[in-house]
C-alpha cells in the first residue's frame, strides 16, 4: 500500500509473511534494505519528477527485529538536494497488529541521482528550499559535490 503524505513523503505499509523471514522468524535484512531503497527511490522520483536511480546508501542501522506476523511501515523524506542529487532518509518501524505497540527498526539514507537516456547525471529541476533541509549546512555541502 501506498500513500503520498506531504511533498518530499512517502509511506508504504506491509506485513510481514513467513517468505520472508529467516529461520529466527525475522525478516531478512536483505528483504528490509530492498523495501527501503524502493521507498526511496519512489520518494526522490515523486520529489524530482525526473529519472532517478540509486548512487548509495549510507549507514544503515537495524536497531531492533521485525517479526514474522508484524506491520512494517516504511516512511522516506527527502532531507536534502544537490546539483544533481536527492538524499532520502528512511525509518521503518515494526507494529503489532493487535496491540498497534510501534518500534522503530531501522533507519537509513539513500542517495539517488538524476539520469538522462543516456545513464548520465543531470541537474534537478527542483530543490529543497534551504528553510526546509533538514542537514546542517556542512552536511549539505557534501550533497553538492554529487
Known amino acids: 500500500m501506498l500513500a503520498e503524505t506531504e511533498a518530499g513523503e512517502t509511506r508504504i505499509v506491509e506485513m510481514v509473511f513467513p517468505n520472508q523471514t529467516n529461520h529466527y522468524g525475522t525478516l531478512f535484512g536483505g528483504h528490509a534494505l530492498r523495501l527501503m531503497d524502493m521507498v526511496a527511490f519512489i520518494t526522490a522520483s515523486r520529489f524530482a519528477r525526473q529519472t532517478m536511480v540509486t548512487a548509495c546508501s549510507e549507514r544503515v542501522d537495524f536497531q531492533a527485529p521485525i517479526r514474522q506476523g508484524q506491520i512494517v511501515e516504511l516512511t522516506g523524506r527527502v532531507i536534502a538536494t544537490g546539483r544533481t542529487s536527492v538524499t532520502v532518509e528512511v525509518e521503518m518501524y515494526a507494529e503489532e497488529l493487535l ?21 548520465r ?15 546542517s549546512a556542512t552536511e549539505g555541502a557534501d550533497q553538492q559535490s554529487t
Open 99 to 119: 496491540t498497534g505497540k510501534r518500534d522503530l527498526c531501522t533507519r537509513g539514507r539513500f542517495i539517488l541521482v538524476a539520469v538522462d537516456e543516456h545513464q
Open 121 to 135: 547525471p543531470v541537474p534537478l529541476r527542483k530543490t529543497l528550499n534551504s528553510k526546509t533541509a533538514s542537514l
